[in-house]
């Protein structure tokens, strides 16, 4: 069982900028793909952002990007999401998940809120 802890999310103005992180337990095959979700009040969850372990390589949700970047530091199993140009609708709390792929995500952390004023 992969645990997973996010933080950094806090109030922030429009304009400004935040880094997420994500701590993993461990780093394994059943947590291969780290991803960044978000969930804003009355919305359905969103995709931001995902990266594999093995692979190296990064998505970021075509919407998000230039402003949101996605990165890892393996030694820390720990993955961030660097947040820029925030606006009032970036306003969510962010999900951390993680699994083998994207599409079975596993295990997910019990999130962070970003707020973003105006």
Known sequence: QVSLVESGGRLVQAGGSLRLSCAASERTFSNNVMAWFRQAPGKEREFVAALSWSA????????LKGRFTMSSDIAKNTVYLQMNSLNPEDTALYYCAAGVGLATLRFWGQGTQVTVSS
């Open 56 to 63: 190296g390589d990064t998505n970021v949700a075509d919407s």
